[in-house]
């Protein structure tokens, strides 16, 4: 067990709906991570929080977004969803140091 | 040419077998190297982190980086069934970024 919980595990929603999913980071940890993962395209990041802060983008898309919250807790926002959205939706942490992942959110899109 | 590029298998090999494993990547900056395992329906779990180049091991497990190659290396000996899984590497330039993935290999062995 990494210690980082994401919530939901599994969801599914149809085009044009909003979803929001949650992680908890391991305890201590400051830097939250947001990668998305397909079969094709593999783990891509999206997004980096530390402390609250914005740290650093990556390939992520305007209808994204995302938050780091005073108890460090995060949570990433994704709207107007697309069949392309589809993907397991994973969460990491660190302290700084090597990432560790939560176990996903397998999102599916309908 | 992608930044970080991984044959991706499958690979299948008899359970006591030497497993090598290979990442090559494009960016001369990356000098953090890690190793993931990923079971299936699991996020992917921290093997190996080497800082620059040279060697690590860890029971089973060797972590190999050539900086010179842009070419980083993990061998698992005496390889078990439980060790059927996608195998990721993974890469930074500066600790506390954002690690640049290769798209994983996908590993059996077969007892």
């Known amino acids: 067990d990494s210690g980082v ?3 939901p595990k599994h969801l599914i929603t149809a085009t044009g709906q909003r979803v929001t999913l949650r992680c908890s980071p391991r305890s201590g940890d400051l830097s939250v991570y947001w990668y998305q993962q397909s079969l094709d395209q593999g783990l891509q990041f999206l997004i ?3 402390n609250g802060e914005e740290r650093a983008k990556g390939n992520i898309l305007e209808r994204f977004s995302a938050q780091q919250f005073p108890d ?9 969803l697309e069949l392309g959205d589809s993907a397991l939706y994973f969460c990491a942490s660190s302290e700084p140091g090597p ?3 939560g ?3 397998r999102l599916t899109v309908t | 040419q992608k930044e970080v590029e991984q044959d991706p298998g499958p690979l299948s090999v008899p359970e006591g077998a030497i497993v090598s494993l290979n ?19 699991k996020g ?7 800082y620059s180049s040279g060697n690590k091991e860890d029971g089973r497990f060797t972590a190999q980086v050539d900086k ?3 070419y980083i290396s993990l061998f698992i000996r005496d390889s078990q069934p439980s060790d059927s899984a996608t195998y990721l590497c993974a890469m930074s330039a500066k600790g506390n970024t954002p690690l640049v993935f290769g798209k994983g290999t996908r590993l059996s062995v077969i007892a």
């Open chain 1, 5 to 7: 919980t994401q919530t």
């Open chain 1, 48 to 50: 980096q929080y530390y």
């Open chain 1, 72 to 80: 460090l807790h995060s949570e990433l926002n994704l709207s107007s």
């Open chain 1, 99 to 101: 990432l560790h992942f």
């Open chain 1, 103 to 105: 176990n996903g959110t």
């Open chain 2, 23 to 41: 990442c090559t990547y494009s960016n001369s900056a990356f000098q953090y190297f890690m190793w993931y395992r990923q079971y299936s329906r």
């Open chain 2, 44 to 50: 992917p779990e921290l093997l190996m982190y080497t």
């Open chain 2, 68 to 70: 010179s190659s842009k």
